[in-house]
């Protein structure tokens, strides 16, 4: 029997809706609508454009009914994920000022006045996070010190994918995978901190009540269309990177993994978070997975360096195709490294010359063209990988001998083969629409057409045959 859901994916760049057709037991994806997404400077505020979210959501859906209806099939359901960290603030059931974007340099504000409360060995053996300026519990803590006038009219502090179940639903709840992206969630008990958030003068009871993966939000409120009159919200692993990795595909115990796009995150799923000094000081992150897992991971940088190079240089009228770069920096031999992490690489702005800067500043020659500056990035960014994942193997203790890197960057060929060569382990690259395939097993599961587990959900994944490429470590 067939069977159709959809997945809302929603990145820092971009948003997809995607129908997702289970047949006997495998599953195949049809992307029905792709909308763009990007952070807008509202005054002195770096925000997300809500209401255009929301609306390619809506369009995205009616073109899900559309294709529903051209199967003859009801969408049993629909499950919602985006990054984490950022919220709304919503009053009397209306959104009362733009989600901030986490790339907002004043999210640094909040690091001091957070950490003149709660030093950051405090907050690390509570919620386990790696230190990230951006993470929620720094941003509501600056708005909490500057009384925000939102924040206090507020009755609900919602995440941005529990804010779009909000609005399709009328129902609130804050997902637990997301949640533990705040830093205000305590990564043992997987509840919230009262006695942290107290301490730093933010209303926790503000957020909805926390639920998990799997769970049913409610029913579609708005018209739709026919096929989606009955369609349900189901709770996903909302955090992008959580369904990213329900969906790498592989049924082996200590698996690693590397979910590649705008971020890079390096890992591998663990039944308990690692609170030690040593995991603190290599700041690594517990974030919680679906099924109550912990994601122990490094949030590194990713290929978030090289669209923002290209858009720079095509506002400069210098455009040139993404193929074309690669390979020109895949001729290039022994580029410049440079630190990838560095705070000056987050915000949006003229990310060449800061690259360029951070080149000359360790004594290498500024790179003569693109492809050498691109080859520097794709070259850092390997290097970065193969540092962080010695430290992962150190700190849990497992041996690394497959790295299954997922999402888009699985499909950058030229930095699957130095990731492969850095960290001289294979690569396994693929699929590239993990986090969709997450999302939408963990809705056929609700709908009992997988087993229970994690591992039956990565066997059907498998069975569906996305493609897989191998990559092997060269000298």
Request: charged residues 20%; without cysteine.
């Given at each position: 029997m067939k069977k159709l859901f959809g997945a809302i994916d929603i990145g820092a760049s971009s948003g997809r809706v995607i129908a997702g057709l289970f047949e006997q037991g495998k599953l195949s994806l049809t992307e029905v609508h792709r909308f763009p997404n990007g952070a807008k400077q509202?005054?002195?505020?770096?925000?997300?454009?809500?209401?255009?979210?929301?609306?390619g959501v809506l369009t995205g859906l009616r073109e899900l009914g559309a294709r529903a209806e051209?199967?003859?099939?009801?969408?049993?359901?629909?499950?919602?994920?985006?990054?984490?960290?950022?919220?709304?603030?919503?009053?009397?059931?209306?959104?009362i000022a733009s989600p901030n974007c986490y790339r907002d340099p004043k999210n640094n504000l909040g690091v001091e006045l957070v950490h003149s409360s709660v030093d950051f060995a405090q907050l690390y053996a509570t919620s386990g996070l790696q230190f990230l300026p951006f993470n929620s519990i720094y941003q509501l803590r600056r708005q909490a010190e500057q009384q925000s006038e939102a924040l206090e009219r507020a009755e609900h502090i919602l995440m941005v994918p529990d804010l779009l179940g909000f609005f399709l639903t009328g129902n609130l709840a804050t997902e637990r995978t997301n949640a533990s992206s705040t830093g205000l969630l305590n990564a043992q008990t997987k509840q919230w901190d009262s006695d942290l958030a107290e301490r730093l003068g933010i209303p926790i009871n503000k957020f909805a009540p926390l639920r998990d993966a799997g769970e049913e939000l409610g029913s579609i409120t708005r018209s739709l269309g026919q096929r989606l009159a009955s369609t349900k919200v189901v709770l996903v692993g909302s955090h992008d990177t959580?369904?990213?990795?329900?969906?790498?595909?592989?049924?082996?115990?200590?698996?690693?993994?590397?979910?590649?796009?705008?971020?890079?995150?390096?890992?591998?799923?663990?039944?308990?978070?690692?609170?030690?000094?040593?995991?603190?000081?290599?700041?690594?992150?517990?974030?919680?997975?679906?099924?109550?897992?912990?994601?122990?991971?490094?949030?590194?940088?990713?290929?978030?360096?090289?669209?923002?190079?290209?858009?720079?240089?095509?506002?400069?009228?210098?455009?040139?195709?993404?193929?074309?770069?690669?390979?020109?920096a895949a001729r290039v031999a022994n580029p410049a490294i440079f630190d990838v992490s560095d705070p000056s690489l987050v915000a949006p702005g003229d990310m060449p010359s800061r690259i360029e800067k951070l080149i000359t500043a360790a004594g290498s020659p500024v790179p003569a063209n693109r492809g050498e500056l691109v080859a520097s990035i794709m070259h850092s960014l390997a290097s970065s990988y193969a540092s962080n994942l010695k430290l992962l193997q150190k700190l849990t203790g497992e041996n690394c001998s497959k790295l299954h890197v997922i999402g888009g960057g699985s499909q950058n060929r030229l930095l699957n083969q130095l990731t492969a060569d850095y960290c001289q382990v294979e690569v396994i690259a693929g699929p590239a629409e993990a986090t969709a395939i997450g999302n939408l097993m963990v809705q056929?599961?609700?709908?009992?057409?997988?087993?229970?587990?994690l591992e039956a959900i990565r066997a059907s994944i498998l069975a569906s045959d996305f493609g897989l490429d191998s990559y092997l470590p060269q000298s």
């Open positions: 509202l005054g002195d505020d770096l925000v997300w454009d809500f209401d255009q979210l929301l609306a051209r199967l003859g099939l009801d969408v049993v359901s629909i499950g919602i994920d985006t990054w984490a960290v950022d919220y709304g603030l919503v009053a009397r059931g209306e959104l959580a369904s990213a990795v329900v969906g790498v595909p592989s049924v082996e115990e200590d698996v690693f993994y590397l979910s590649s796009g705008t971020w890079s995150l390096l890992g591998t799923e663990l039944p308990n978070p690692v609170l030690t000094k040593a995991s603190m000081e290599a700041n690594f992150t517990n974030e919680l997975g679906v099924d109550g897992r912990t994601r122990y991971l490094k949030n590194l940088s990713g290929l978030w360096l090289l669209s923002e190079s290209q858009r720079t240089w095509s506002e400069a009228g210098e455009t040139i195709s993404l193929t074309d770069l690669l390979e020109e056929a599961r609700a709908a009992g057409l997988v087993g229970d587990s």
